[in-house]
């Protein structure tokens, strides 16, 4: 059986020791390293090899937000899930995790009973949100529940570009996962803009939470 090699990034070495335990305790984990703090977290990664992540926010030297930057700009690291585990509770760490490439986003509070349900949904390429915040960002999503299908307009292809980029991959990215080139990309990237009304990249995540759009394509 293939393990889940898994990185622990959190400057708590209480709260690395339990989520160790917590973890290898499951027959399909393996802890493959620890990470103090942001720069320790990439040092590990070059020695390393890990499917996933688990990533606290509140990190000395580099925050858990410009990991998560770095991480899925580099071809190297990109296809590595990221799970957030912080206290952060507030809706717009949420959204800038989320913006930022994170595959999930559980509080610390709920670890014990969330992560490992987050854990395996992240891998198997779903977005993972700790309860409450799922209904919270649920709550956005069904004030708009009996209007038409606001994406009806879009095209199969300038949907998936959405979706790409509102889990924050380049338009580089992108086209070496649909296999189109760059100025094709670009091109869906304006369509979608034009055809939604919007020209910011935060909104183009708003709007794909509020939709429920955050899954990409298999």
């Known amino acids: 059986m293939n393990k889940i090699k898994i990185i622990l990034a959190d400057d708590h070495a209480i709260l690395r020791a339990g989520l160790k335990l917590l973890l290898e305790a499951e027959d399909d984990i393996e802890i493959v390293g620890e990470a103090c703090d942001g720069e320790d977290l990439l040092n590990q990664l070059e ?4 499917d996933l992540i688990i990533l606290d926010l509140s990190m000395p030297k580099v925050n858990g937000i410009n990991i998560l930057r770095q ?3 580099n071809k190297k690291f990109c296809k590595i899930r ?9 809706e717009e760490y949420i959204r800038e995790s989320l913006a930022a490439g994170a ?3 559980v509080e610390k509070s709920a670890f014990d009973t969330e992560l490992l349900t987050a854990l395996h949904t992240v891998m198997r390429g ?3 949100l700790s309860s409450k915040n799922a209904v919270s960002m649920l709550s956005t999503m069904l004030k708009n ?3 038409d299908n606001p994406y ?3 095209s199969k292809r300038e949907l998936e570009v959405l979706r790409y980029l509102a889990r924050g991959y380049s338009l580089s990215e992108i086209g070496e996962q649909l ?10 990237k304006t369509r979608v803009f034009n055809k939604l009304n919007i020209s910011k990249k935060s909104e183009l995540v708003d709007y794909a939470l509020q939709y429920n759009l955050l899954d990409l394509p298999q």
């Open 47 to 50: 020695k390393l090899t890990a």
């Open 71 to 73: 991480l899925k700009n």
């Open 82 to 90: 990221v799970l957030i585990l912080t206290m952060h509770t507030e």
């Open 103 to 105: 595959d999930g986003y």
């Open 126 to 128: 779903e977005v993972y």
């Open 145 to 147: 529940e009996n209007e």
């Open 152 to 154: 009806s307009l879009l």
């Open 179 to 188: 296999h189109l080139s760059l100025k094709t990309i670009d091109t869906y």
